[in-house]
């Protein structure tokens, strides 16, 4: 029921309530609406994740992106609409715009309360977004080890900066982010309800002096939070000729940032005391004194730099540069290097020859380059197979290790002469054998001598291969779908074709209607659903490309760019590196790809026809014994 005073409309309790009940509605059709669009993608990676044995893994990854984005949601709301409710009881009504015929824009306490609500929401769900982006760091944070190594000047375990101080910077971040809109709206709602005044001279009323000030006392905290970081933060960024804190640094900059944190406390402890008295003088003050103890730390240290330390520098970093090649070297393992001298000097004896003659025997001839090029022009039988790469490795042949060089033939979908959806997705579907020949061997036209050639792949020796099919490789890029009406090219044979029917476990089953729907939303194609060659029974192969596949499953590793292919019980497999590695390790100078350390922690095998990938930590060579998995490349 509404009745109108004047221009005034009042809303009565009965449309009141049933205006309040709209709003979840509306905000659970909001979430639904923005949750439609992933839902394809989110569920069928479920389903994969599920197929390959790793479900637990995206539970995990899942629950902490939720745990984290909820959190930080619920937090963020929280404190925003509290704080901006707080001002609206104080301005309990806004009169926007007006002037000559038109009346102004009243906003009552109501609707202010709602705008507030939706703006708290919008920056809870941003807030959110960006905690649950992290969501890596976060679960490195919770199980976190010590690496048993501590920095030489705070003395702090390496782990703190390799997974603590990234947490803290997140953390540090999202607070100057709420702290400031709180600052900013709060603020202009008190400036637009006259609570706060700039004429002459500053006005502000009791409560929002008192309110404004609270919030100023949060910001000097989080400055000085922001300066304890920035302490830690040195030693795991470049100073001067080293990587980690120089003499300046140590000296100069740490002393002045906890000075600054120091004056950051009392500018918060002279913000809460303004709060409650009549003048700003003391917050003012806090504020200009932070400033300035800030712009003279970075002027001292300037001068330092050019003054003292810069005509002296190799004395002056002598022991910071120690502590730079300490690091780097513990970080890249490279201090449990066994140093040997040689001379160079030393005679060849026949004796040595035979003792080596396993070595001298095997001795690469062939270069990876003009090899892989060989292997196009005399095996690739067809435009549409590639070699993409040559791999070495060693093998018990004839009773005795050789060394050899191994390339995939891989299907190439981009030099398919027709290509339509039905030759990419569900006839062309995987490369077939793979080229093997000893390194060290030419025959007498100058060409590479193949222990392994020809389609279907023939073996001159007794390593044999009896599932030649790669539907997982270095270049499968895109999905296909197997097991369909529609039989699979296999390999050619002079003039003809040899088909196929995929038999392997690997992909996820295209089920019915709704997952057959949900196929064709995640692969933005129609043909999934309305093509009759797909049956429940298919099943989809995605993420097919090694390096792809293995990054989804683990994305916390660092892999290497080049899988390597490995023959064993007759079967394919491909055999992908993968590192622990960290950019934060301190006073460690980074290599390639800012990596500041780096270990060798686990080898990823991949089968080459049903995609089965397990992951083997520590030392490859232990599991070789009890697991036999593929032999690992030397």
Known sequence: MTSRVGRVTVIRGGERGRRGALVPLIVAGLLLLLALPSLPRFYTDWLW???????QVFLRSLAAKGTIGAAAFAAAFAFLFANLRLAIRHVPLL????GEGSPPLVLGARRLR??????????????????ASR??????????????????????DAGFYVFELPVLETVRGLLFLLLGFACAATAALYVAGGAVRVGPGLFLARPARRHLCLLASGLFLTLAFSAHLARAKMLVRPSGIIHGAGNVDVEVRMPALALLAAVAILGAALAVLSAFRRTLSPVVAAAVLYVLVSAGGKGYASAVQKLVVAPNELAKETPYILHNIAATRRAFAIDRVEERELSGDAALTREDIARNAATLENVRLWDHQPLLDTFGQIQEIRTYYDFVSVDNDRYTIGGQKRQIMLSARELNSESLPNRTWINERLVFTHGYGLTLGPVNQVTAEGLPVLFIKDLPPESTVELAVREPALYFGELSSDYVIVRTRTQEFHYPQGDDNVYTTYGGTGGVPVGGLV??????????????LLSNDITADSRVLFHRRIGERVRTLAPFLLYDGDPYLVVADGRLFWIQDAYTATDRYPYATPAARGIAYIRNSVKVVVDAYDGTTTYYPGKFTK??????????KK
């Open 114 to 131: 709602l705008a507030a609500l939706a703006a708290s929401a919008l920056v809870g769900v941003l807030v959110g977004s960006a905690a």
């Open 623 to 632: 599991k070789l014994d009890t697991q036999k998995p593929p032999c690992g």
């Open 95 to 98: 009169s926007l715009g007006g």
């Open 49 to 55: 994740f599920e197929q390959l044995g790793y479900g």
């Open 135 to 156: 969501w890596l760091s976060w679960l490195l944070y919770v199980h976190r080890v010590p690496f048993g190594e501590s920095d030489p000047i705070l003395g702090r």
């Open 515 to 528: 997952r057959r729907t949900l196929w064709s939303l995640r692969f933005a194609s129609m043909k999934i």
